[in-house]
Each structure stands twice: as structure tokens, then as C-alpha cells.
């Protein structure tokens, strides 16, 4: 009678030992990329510390370089920049003008990226990367012209419209490479269930691409919230944005340090605070156009 061998199975047969020499080299790389993502967020989250901790200081104690992260705080900068009431309108104005430009932005860059996209419209892909490319400086002189002569200038229509010229092709440049990398078998399903091509793009398209417009837009919004050069040139008193206001801390004799640093931290906590409340879209979105087109 012959024996019946019973063979191990896979999961049970004891695992090959791992080298120590490899254990070794994976605890270096992973000690030495620890060490590069810590030193990488300090130098990045430095200046940003610097500018919190400068904020409850005296314009002496800023432009000491004894005084370091240690001394005793002050609210006095917040509380004469809040009771000048100018960082605030200047805030509602950057928000208004934000909000409305990038949703127009959105509004006409999704639709026209996923047109690129699909059906690969290689020349109008170059144009817009010449429209991203373009100085926005070079159209300030003949845009003050025009704007001036319809009687814009001033207004908040010119500054949504500045912030237009940037936003959509940036939107459009972020989203031609998402649109593309999505499967077209499900848009093609869609249209064989008997939708239209805008209906597949609204109904199938769209919804993936969440992720990725909502990136677009948060860096579109971050562009328009920031962008001080267009306000300088067509914002007045009543229309002033935050760069601007932020600019009149700074006089040719002297600079208010203190209230200058407590006005930006102001301005940064609703960028701050988009970005954290975002980030799911935001790093889903980056990583998507980073492996994607």
C-alpha cells in the first residue's frame, strides 16, 4: 500500500527570512525620507509660523532680532486693523470677486476642456496653452484703455473678468488631461442608452471629473484671492481687494509691521481654511492629473 503525501499548503509553509541587509537598507531609506519630508515642512512652514508668532507682537519687538518665539502677546494689531474696517470689505470684495469669478470660470473651462479632451482638438489645446503663457502685464495698458472707456474701471465686473483671463485656461489646462485619461467606454454606453454627447458629459463625464474641477477651482479661487496686480490697476477705494490693502501698511517712511502681519494672517485663515476643508478633492484631483492623460 503506498502513502498519500498531503501537500502544504501555500499559506501555511513558513516564509523566507529577509536578509538583514535589506531590513537595514528599508530602515535607512525610510529614516532618511522622514528626514527629507521634515526638513522640507519646516523651511516651507517657517515663514508662515514667523508671520502668526509677528502678529501679536509690537512693531518694536518685529524688527528685533533678539525677540524670538518667546515674549508676551498682544492683541493690539487685530484690534486696530479690525476697527479700521478696511481689511474687512477688502476681504467680502476678494470674496466676492473670487467666488464669482472661478464658478464663471468653471462654467465655461469644464465643458470646453472635456470638448478638447474628447475630441482631441490639438490646436485648440495650443491655444490655450499661449493663453497660459501670455503675461498677463503686457494687457494691463490696452485693457485700461478699453475698460476705461466703457466705464468699467473701478467696477466689480472689470475685476471678475481680469480674473477670467487667467482662470479659465488654467481650469481648462488642469481638466483636458483629467477628461482625457476617463474611460470613453462609459460615455459611449451612455449614448448607445440613447443620451446626447452633452448629456453623457453631463450625466457621466461630470460627476467623475468631481475631484478634478474642484482642484481647478480651489487654485483658480487661491489666483484670485492673491492676484494683486489687477486690483491695483482697476480696483478703487470701494472695490479694493486684499493685496491692495495689504500694500497700504507699507509707506515710504515706515512699514506697520505688526498690523501688517495681523491683517495677513486674516487674509490666510479662508485660504487655509478651503484648502483643509477640500483637501479629499484636492489631493484626489492632483493625483488623478499626475497619472492620468
Avoid: C
Amino acid at each position: 500500500m503506498s502513502a498519500t503525501v498531503t501537500p502544504v499548503p501555500l499559506a501555511a509553509r513558513p516564509a523566507a527570512p529577509v536578509p538583514a541587509a535589506r531590513v537595514r537598507r528599508r530602515a535607512v531609506r525610510s529614516w532618511l525620507r522622514g528626514a527629507a519630508i521634515t526638513v522640507v515642512t519646516v523651511v516651507f512652514a517657517l515663514p508662515l509660523v514667523w508671520m502668526f508668532a509677528a502678529a501679536f507682537k509690537t512693531n518694536v519687538q518685529v524688527t528685533d532680532p533678539t525677540v524670538g518665539l518667546w515674549f508676551r502677546p498682544t492683541l493690539e494689531n487685530f484690534r486696530s486693523v479690525l476697527e479700521a474696517g478696511q481689511i474687512l470689505r477688502s476681504m467680502g470684495n476678494s470674496l466676492l470677486v473670487g467666488v464669482v469669478s472661478t464658478v464663471l470660470s468653471a462654467l465655461i473651462a469644464v465643458p470646453a476642456a472635456w470638448a478638447v479632451g474628447r475630441f482631441t482638438m490639438h490646436r485648440t489645446g495650443s491655444l490655450i496653452l499661449v493663453a497660459r503663457i501670455v503675461p498677463a502685464v503686457s494687457l494691463l495698458v490696452p485693457w485700461y484703455y478699453l475698460f476705461a472707456r466703457m466705464g468699467l474701471v473701478g467696477s466689480y465686473t472689470v475685476l471678475i473678468l481680469s480674473q477670467m483671463f487667467v482662470s479659465v485656461p488654467l481650469i481648462m489646462w488642469i481638466m483636458i488631461s483629467f477628461f482625457a485619461g476617463l474611460p470613453v467606454e462609459l460615455e459611449e454606453a451612455a449614448r448607445t442608452d440613447g443620451l446626447s454627447a452633452f448629456g453623457a458629459f453631463r450625466r457621466i463625464a461630470l460627476p467623475l471629473a468631481a475631484p478634478g474641477t474642484a482642484t481647478a477651482s480651489l487654485l483658480a479661487f487661491v489666483f484670485s484671492w492673491n492676484n494683486f496686480m489687477f486690483a491695483l490697476i482697476f480696483a478703487d477705494d470701494r472695490t479694493q481687494t486684499v493685496p491692495v490693502t495689504l500694500f497700504n501698511y507699507i509707506s515710504y517712511a515706515s512699514t506697520d509691521w505688526g498690523g501688517l502681519m495681523a491683517a495677513t494672517t486674516l487674509i490666510t485663515l479662508p485660504v487655509v481654511l478651503a484648502a483643509v476643508l477640500g483637501q479629499k478633492y484636492l489631493v484626489a484631483g492632483l493625483t488623478s492629473g499626475a497619472t492620468k492623460g
